[in-house]
């Protein structure tokens, strides 16, 4: 059965997001040691935000120890939001914006999508799998209804409209 979680919309849907990365060391290393001090405080933050519904998580706290592939490395980032708005204000006008823009010091570029957004009923939650989907379906066919990003983000199903760019900051984009 699924999980009911607040802040339900008006329209029915919920926006979520998954976004992957390859460390480009483990735990404990202190070339992403910084990173991970920063997990817990940036965790709270989310879960304090205005429009945060969900984040994946286990019994750590946070979904670093997630494995959804053999290679230990690998890391898997899930929330679900109110909408799109409240998702990108927290990843681009918060205390989360500093810790993102050093990615780059932690995570290898990746090949391709690391990061999908889609729109799902209220009170769901999605899968890891679903989200891999995600990333794959954006890779195969670009930003669709069902699957796409803040420079090209579809509005949820039902409701009329072009996509909209967020028009996210240049030094934010690219594969990382």
């Known amino acids: 059965m699924a999980e009911r979680y607040r802040d339900a919309p008006e329209n029915g849907w919920h926006l979520a997001q998954i976004n992957i990365g390859r ?5 404990g290393d202190p070339r992403v040691q910084p990173f991970f001090d920063a997990l817990d405080r940036i965790n709270a933050l989310a ?23 053999t290679d230990p490395l690998l890391a898997v980032n899930m929330t679900v939001w ?12 918060s205390a989360h914006t500093p810790v993102m823009a050093r990615r780059r010091e932690y995570f290898s570029r990746m090949d391709g999508a690391y990061q999908a957004l889609w729109w799902i009923p209220a009170g769901t939650r999605p899968t890891v799998n679903d989200g891999l989907a995600k990333l794959w379906l954006l890779d195969q066919e670009g930003p669709t209804p069902l699957a796409f990003t803040f420079k090209s983000r579809f509005p949820a199903p039902g409701m009329e409209g072009p996509p909209v760019d967020h028009k ?3 030094w934010c984009m690219g594969n990382a």
């Open 23 to 27: 460390l480009i060391a483990p735990q």
């Open 82 to 93: 109110r909408d799109a708005d409240a998702l990108f204000d927290f990843v681009y006008r």
């Open 168 to 170: 996210p900051d240049p």
């Open 47 to 69: 879960e304090t935000s205005p429009g945060f519904v969900w984040r994946l998580k286990d019994e750590t706290g946070h979904a670093m120890d997630i494995r959804y592939s």
